[in-house]
């Protein structure tokens, strides 16, 4: 009898998003200059992390949204291996990928064909290697260590006083913490239930705020609120 795995697919709410990445690497294939239009998805998730988490990853971000809806239907939903979690890990990839991408930068500068391209081969390659270690492991493994993913979380509010309108996920002090439910959904592999009873919430750096943990909790004692 095949093992199940501790985590599973659950449905995600919102709106999809996943056909602009489709778009986007279609469109980029015939008209390199549409390349550029990464920069927003390089920009903003930075730019929105500072006061409001990893907000975008969980709503905005193309290939997050794809990973939720499409992928997570199929992925075995294995455990996210915990070293690409790591600082020294993710501060590599950061490094790496930005390395690799100011140097092709740098020798297709001031042709703004050959600068969306580079845009575009990044996005290719990094959304193929995502794609496959989500058939391996979860969905958002990629997610666990994406370069702008790391620099959102590291500029995610973590502790002291919250930015006006910050959200986070809140969980009553009733909760046993014996179903996992939330844990179970979470596509970042997170366990909010730990910060049950805490007045502040839980502040964990890598939380999408998508709110499938508020969902999937059997006794609604799960809140995502300011």
């Known amino acids: ?9 659950f449905q995600t709410p919102g709106v999809s998003f996943y056909w602009i990445l489709f778009a986007y690497l279609i469109l980029g ?8 239009i990464a920069l927003i998805c390089m920009v903003e998730p930075v730019a929105t992390a500072v006061f409001r988490g990893r907000w975008w990853c969980g709503h905005v971000c193309p290939r997050g949204n794809m990973y939720d809806r499409l992928i997570s239907k199929y992925s ?33 500068w001031g042709n703004w064909g050959a600068m969306g391209r580079v845009f575009w081969n990044i996005i290719l390659m990094t959304t193929i290697v995502g794609v496959t270690l989500a058939f391996i492991y979860a969905p958002r493994t990629w997610c666990s260590f994406c370069p702008m993913g790391s620099l959102s979380s590291w500029a995610s509010p973590k502790e002291g006083k919250l930015p006006a309108g910050f959200k986070c996920i809140h969980v009553d002090s009733s909760c046993q913490m014996r ?5 179970r ?13 805490q007045a502040v919430g839980y502040l964990h750096p890598d939380c999408i705020k998508c709110g499938k943990c508020v969902k999937a909790c059997p006794t609604k004692i799960m809140a995502l609120k300011k």
């Open 1 to 9: 009898m095949t093992q199940k795995t501790f985590h599973r697919h």
């Open 29 to 36: 294939w015939f008209y390199p200059a549409v390349g550029l």
């Open 76 to 108: 075995p939903h294995r455990s996210i291996p915990r070293f690409v979690r790591t600082f020294g890990f993710r501060l590599f990839m950061v490094f790496f990928i930005f390395t690799v991408f100011g140097v092709q930068m740098y020798f297709a």
């Open 179 to 183: 179903c996992k439910s939330c844990a």
């Open 185 to 197: 959904v979470c596509p970042m592999q997170l366990t909010p239930y730990e910060s049950r009873g």
